[in-house]
């Protein structure tokens, strides 16, 4: 999330927001202070994946996205984990 160029208080905001939106979507319960971190991790993570075919997503909207498609993913590998099922 480099090339954002969002900063770290923009990645904090952008970030919470991204795990805001995965919680209410995947019906998870988490905290704010969990929604930041999968939200600024699941930015990372989805960039990281979304790289690997090719696509590239930059700025805000770019992050939020990043950030709610990662959310989602480290939600769902957290559930198998705890044996919850998806």
Do not use: K, P
């Not at 160029?5 to 319960?29: D, K, N, P, T, Y």
């Not at 939200?39 to 990372?44: E, K, Q």
Request: hydrophobic share 60%.
């Amino acid at each position: 999330m480099h090339d954002a160029q969002i900063g770290w208080i923009g990645a904090i905001i952008v970030g919470g927001l991204a795990g805001w939106f995965a919680e209410m979507f995947m019906g998870s319960g988490t905290g704010i202070i969990v929604n930041i971190i999968l939200g600024i991790i699941g930015a990372v993570v989805a960039s990281w994946l979304l790289g690997l075919f090719g696509v590239g997503l930059g700025g805000w909207l770019g992050y939020l996205i990043a950030g709610f498609i990662g959310a989602c993913i480290l939600i769902a590998l957290w559930r198998l984990v705890r044996g919850r099922g998806v």
